[in-house]
């Protein structure tokens, strides 16, 4: 049997691509192909406010989202949630992608990075204590999302022409809901609203809802701090969101709906579609 040197060179090539493979698999893991999202972000400061404490980060190519919304006053607040979305920017450094497990994992470290760092900052600078922030992180992978919550921030998906709150909000008066001793619209406008019983920041041990689900074309996911929904009620969310607006004028809609009906707190909206 002959063997020329162009099967010889054939066969070295073939054994030199199948040892990079093997070494690219072993060492880096498979890369699946990723859904596209879209995406447009924006915060105001509103109307009554002076200072705006909420953050927001936007990662289209990492697939991460984050909304933080701060509390603490002397400038506090804005400290709090910038330390927040600090950290996912950190923590998610690039659009590398990893199992669903080492997301949920990762999203659990930013948490407990940024309630760490807040601490220590109230530490160094006692004027500064007792500040800390209500935060949500979204992240993607593959035709799964992954959320992490933590205090009344909220995360809506709008999908098939309905809207629904995937989180439950870390308050007295979802507390008070879930025990049935006062009702959704007694809830809206309850002195005590906006009293919440956990927040990144504030002690050593951090409790984070960690929520995973599967996201589909069309999905329009709806990240937002408090000074949207305090005003803007969940058919008016839905209205807007089922238009034919693009992502940057729905969230303009919502925003000046917000502001049109008094504007008392910092607004911050992402939304996100699933677009493929």
Do not use: W
């Not at 950190?90 to 990075?113: C, H, R, W, Y």
């Amino acid at each position: 049997m002959s063997c020329d040197f162009g099967d010889v060179k054939n066969i070295i090539v073939f054994f030199i691509v199948v040892v990079i493979l093997t070494v690219h698999y072993r060492f880096f893991g498979y890369n699946k192909i990723m859904g596209t999202i879209s995406c447009f972000g924006k915060s105001d400061v509103g109307l009554r406010r002076s200072n705006n404490e909420d953050a927001f980060f936007i990662s289209p190519d990492r697939m991460v989202f984050s909304v933080a919304d701060g509390m603490g006053g002397a400038a506090s607040g804005e400290v709090a949630s910038r330390i927040f979305v600090d950290a996912c920017r950190e923590i998610f450094p690039s659009g590398e992608m990893k199992t669903d497990n080492e997301v949920l994992l990762s999203v659990q470290m930013a948490f407990q990075a940024a309630n760490e760092r807040i601490l220590k900052q109230g530490r160094e600078n006692p004027v500064q204590q007792g500040m800390g922030c209500t935060a949500e992180l979204m992240v993607f992978n593959d035709k799964t999302y992954i959320l992490g919550h933590v205090g009344d921030s909220k995360t809506y998906i709008f999908r098939q022409g309905a809207l629904r709150q995937i989180t439950k909000d870390h308050s007295l008066v979802q507390d008070q809901l879930d025990q049935g001793i006062i009702t959704p619209a007694e809830a809206r406008n309850h002195h005590l609203r906006h009293v919440i019983n956990r927040a990144v920041g504030i002690g050593d041990t951090l409790a984070v809802d960690l929520i995973k689900g599967k996201s589909s074309e069309g999905d329009v996911f709806l990240l937002c701090s408090d000074g949207l929904t305090d005003t803007v009620d969940d058919a008016a969310l839905e209205r807007v969101l089922s238009s034919e607006r693009s992502l940057e004028q729905r969230v303009e809609r919502l925003i000046n709906l917000a502001k049109s009906s008094g504007g008392y707190d910092n607004i911050t909206i992402i939304l996100c579609e699933v677009t493929a």
